[in-house]
């Protein structure tokens, strides 16, 4: 059996988790491209605008 070098991504995109905000199961990545794009587009109207959750998960992933 191969095993791979270098360590595996813990997120492959495909991991969920229960966003507070929208009350629904959404992807990692998904949480972390709406929340990168309200703060940085200052949409305050949306509900992922200085989202903590979201900014958790954008932390952790630049961490890996």
């Given at each position: 059996m191969l095993y791979?070098?270098?360590p595996?991504?813990?997120d492959d995109g495909d991991s969920r988790f229960l966003c507070n905000r929208m009350s629904?199961?959404?992807p990692y990545?998904?949480?972390m491209k709406w929340f990168v794009d309200s703060n940085?587009?200052?949409r305050?109207?949306?509900?992922?605008f200085k989202c903590?959750?979201?900014?958790?998960?954008?932390?952790e992933f630049a961490r890996d």
């Open positions: 791979p070098v270098s595996q991504p813990k629904r199961s959404i990545l998904s949480c940085a587009l200052k305050s109207d949306s509900p992922c903590p959750q979201g900014q958790d998960n954008r932390e």
